[in-house]
């Protein structure tokens, strides 16, 4: 027999609060309390924004504080002339290849350790936490040696590889988390249906991790795209340098091009920008989630 649901009363109109009733912290707070730290604070955050794109747009030798004439001479000059163009590719690069290798691997160590139980699992966890502690310098000895024996020294490949090391541990323990958010029992409903493991997690599980994958691969991405330290050590050619270095190569013991710095400084800023623009949804989502149990 179908049975009818009876349509949900309507509510009544919001009714003042009672004298015995407890008002919220939110309401009993003034609005300007609220929101005038909140826009010091974006002042204070947006000022150092203005002052890069005035030095990169306002012609060279100018002193006014508002960029005009405008020119675009700063941004021609980095890109043709200082080889800007070849650093953005090769940032590019880098970061595209940490990002696939970087997730790819995580995501086979992270299914590892939120679906399976083995020896010595917690004490892998707790390794793989204590690596986080680690400076990326201290793993510089070590690597120039790995890669000089692998003959990768000036290798676009040896600075993804270094990113991809030095970006996994994190990336398996926010990977895993997620995952055991996924019920065990889709996977087991997938087994029954005949599809192997392999089957099941791609069919099932992968869909799900979206939010997961693309917070750990944007992570893996800016920071291969933002980092100094690897490029400047494995990377002797100029035409392989990476942006980073790129804008060291603008300062000298001398003297500083404040323009082209601020010009180069932009480049390097909008890609990331743009990234986080298209995926902040999905990077909250995923950090959230990947946080909650592990």
């Keep these: 027999m179908i049975t009818e649901i009876a349509p949900a009363p309507e509510k009544a109109a919001a009714e003042p609060a009672r004298p015995g009733q407890k008002r919220r912290a939110w309401d009993e ?36 504080l508002v960029p005009w004439p405008m020119t675009f001479e700063h941004f021609e000059k980095v890109w043709t002339e200082r080889s800007f163009g070849t650093y953005f590719a090769n940032s590019v690069y880098v970061g595209l290849a940490t990002l696939a290798l970087t997730t790819v691997v995580a995501l086979a160590g992270g299914y590892a350790l939120a679906r399976f139980d083995f020896r010595l699992k917690r004490g892998f966890m707790l390794a793989l936490l204590c690596s986080q502690f680690v400076p ?29 090391v030095f970006q996994l541990p994190l990336s398996m323990i926010l990977i895993s988390g997620f ?11 997938a087994w029954v249906d005949g599809c192997n493991r392999l089957t099941a997690f791609r069919i099932v599980v992968l869909p799900l991790l ?19 330290l690897f490029a400047l ?18 300062m ?14 932009i480049i390097a800023a909008v890609p990331v920008v743009i990234v986080f623009a298209f995926i902040q949804k ?12 592990g």
Aim: net charge neutral.
């Design 210 to 228: 979206r939010p997961g994958l693309i917070a750990v691969g944007s992570f893996a991405f800016v920071h291969a795209w933002n980092h100094f």
């Design 29 to 64: 707070v003034p609005r300007w309390q609220i929101y005038v730290p909140l826009s010091i604070y974006l002042l204070f955050t947006l000022i150092p924004f203005y002052w890069i794109l005035l030095f990169a747009l306002r012609p060279a030798g100018s002193t006014s």
């Design 136 to 164: 990326g310098a201290l793993l510089l000895v070590p690597l120039f040696q790995i890669f000089a024996k692998l003959s990768m020294i000036n290798s676009l490949g040896s600075v993804v590889l270094a990113e991809t």
């Design 252 to 265: 000298s013991a001398d003297s500083v091009d404040l323009g082209a710095l601020a010009a180069g400084g």
């Design 282 to 293: 999905w990077l909250i989502t995923g950090f959230s989630a990947g946080a909650v149990k």
């Design 179 to 189: 995952i055991r958010n996924v019920p065990y029992s889709l996977e087991e409903a």
């Design 233 to 250: 050590m494995f990377l002797s050619d100029q035409s392989k340098q990476t942006i980073p270095v790129g804008l060291n190569t603008l």
